[in-house]
């Protein structure tokens, strides 16, 4: 069985940061491209930023291009988001995904097998 657990969420004003965690528990993660994904009220869900499996390739939405950074850590099963510069649009529940199935980066939500619970990010203006 896969977990992830999501933490580091909370309330911060715009240009704040935060760094979110995401621990993951099973044998997959070594192998997995992780994701982050954010969904706001009443929006869909949306990628956000992915690393590879070696954690030499990153991918990051537009949005939030040079304000966030993504890193991991395959000694203690644990992806990370540093978020610099937050906007009161970065509000929303942000999600930890994981990606055993292919090596490459996608952003797609319906490819990744595995997600965390969520962690609340509100940035107040």
């Known amino acids: 069985q896969v977990q992830l657990v999501e933490s580091g969420g909370g309330l911060v004003q715009a240009g704040g940061s935060l760094r979110l965690s995401c621990a993951a528990s099973g044998s997959i993660f070594s192998r997995s491209t992780m994701g982050w994904f954010r969904q706001a009220p009443g929006k869909e869900r949306e990628f956000v930023s992915a690393?590879?499996?070696?954690?030499?390739?990153?991918s990051y939405a537009d949005s939030v291009k040079g304000r966030f950074t993504i890193s991991r850590d395959n000694a203690k099963n644990t992806v990370y988001l540093q978020m610099n510069s937050l906007k009161p649009e970065d509000t929303a529940v942000y999600y930890c995904?994981?990606?055993?199935?292919?090596?490459?980066?996608?952003?797609?939500?319906?490819?990744?097998?595995?997600w965390g619970q969520g962690t609340q990010v509100t940035v107040s203006s």
């Open positions: 690393i590879s499996r070696s954690g030499g390739s990153t």
């Open positions: 995904a994981a990606d055993p199935q292919w090596g490459l980066i996608r952003v797609g939500v319906a490819s990744y097998d595995y």
